[in-house]
């Protein structure tokens, strides 16, 4: 059978486990050829994300005109973006190459609260983003950021997966890896206006709430639970929660295997599936590396085969 090629438009993580590095290793683990336009280059390592320091939109373009003149992708993800010129860069070579399979992972904090995403290039994932993309995979947070509205249940959790939905996205899968704290707060909207941003991303994490009163419909605590919506039907993708702080890179790593999926033919239901029982496998036999929120293990799901119970749809 033909090689599937996938093109991932991200920043490079020089820890190993997130950004293009995440990808890359993602879809060489899923039988797929893997490309990449970097966005941006962090120094990061498990404890911090230690600098940033964006490629110039030239040569994001150069790359970009590179892949699409030559190895045509039967599906590309974004991942961090970095602000609004290579959001609107990367739009339009999209559009240009007419790449219609897009992922799209709206990457904004990363996990120790540094900003990867500048906050005034919101609107440009909004406005141009979101209605280019087959699927949009943000985290809680996120999923506040990009509708404005506060995630407090299950009954929000939907709302919000139909206004990213009429915003533009043709699919939404918001992830449930944050919905673990036990700290009622603010919405992150809220957040970011009452403190220093990087004092945001712990403030939002600690908001989702396992006793939020909200009619019964609790929250979850020891299942991780993705809603896919379609613009018709949810989906809810169940696993255990893994108790572990190694957890860097797995929001990249689930859209990677996405698109992976994708571009072999999958729909989005079995892509969805195929990649949940990844990153659970990944995270079950996560390495313990550095001091501070280790990798997963890509290649746990070809060593170990799929974690029991995870990719489960109901
Ligand atoms: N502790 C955990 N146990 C099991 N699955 C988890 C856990 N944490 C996250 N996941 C799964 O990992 C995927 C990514 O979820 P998460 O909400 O953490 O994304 P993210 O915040 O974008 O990740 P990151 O920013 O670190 O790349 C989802 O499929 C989620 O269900
Ligand atoms: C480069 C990069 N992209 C995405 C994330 C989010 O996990 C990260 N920490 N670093």
């Not at 908001?207 to 979850?220: H, K, L, N, V």
């Not at 293990?297 to 085969?305: C, E, Q, S």
Request: net charge negative.
């Amino acid at each position: 059978m033909k090689l599937a090629k996938v093109l991932t438009i991200a920043g490079s993580d020089s820890g190993g486990g997130a950004g293009i590095q995440a990808d890359l290793k993602t879809f060489q683990e899923l039988n797929v050829f893997g490309m990449s336009a970097i966005t941006a280059v962090t120094a990061q390592n498990t404890v911090g994300v230690h600098g940033v320091f964006p490629v110039s939109t030239e040569a994001l373009e150069a790359q970009m005109d590179a892949i699409g003149t030559d190895l045509a992708p039967q599906a590309v993800k974004t991942g961090m973006l970095y602000d609004a010129e290579r959001i609107q860069l990367t739009v339009a070579k999209i559009r240009q190459y007419r790449w219609n399979l897009v992922v799209v992972d709206p990457v904004m904090i990363a996990k120790g609260g540094q900003t990867l995403l500048e906050l005034a290039a919101i609107r440009a994932v909004v406005e141009e983003l979101l209605p280019i993309s087959t699927l949009v995979t943000p985290n809680l947070p996120e999923a506040e950021f990009l509708t404005g509205m506060k995630i407090r249940n299950r009954k929000d959790w939907r709302e919000a997966a139909i206004r990213l939905h009429e915003m533009g996205a043709r699919y939404v899968l918001i992830k449930g890896g944050h919905a673990d704290e036990d700290v009622e707060g603010t919405s992150a909207t809220e957040a970011v206006k009452s403190t220093e941003s990087t004092d945001a991303q712990e403030f939002v994490n600690k908001r989702f709430s396992a006793d939020t009163e909200d009619d019964g419909e609790r929250m979850y605590t020891n299942q991780v639970v993705d809603l896919l919506y379609d613009g018709v039907c949810f989906v809810e993708y169940s696993g255990p929660r893994i108790h572990t702080k190694h957890t860097h890179g797995t929001g990249c790593t689930l859209s990677a295997a996405i698109t992976a999926e994708l571009a072999k033919g999958a729909g989005v239901r079995e892509a969805v599936g195929t990649a949940k029982a990844f990153i659970q496998a990944a995270l079950e036999h996560a390495p313990q590396l550095g001091a501070g929120h280790g990798p997963t293990l890509h290649a746990a799901y070809r060593l170990h085969g799929p974690a029991p119970a995870a990719g489960a749809a109901r």
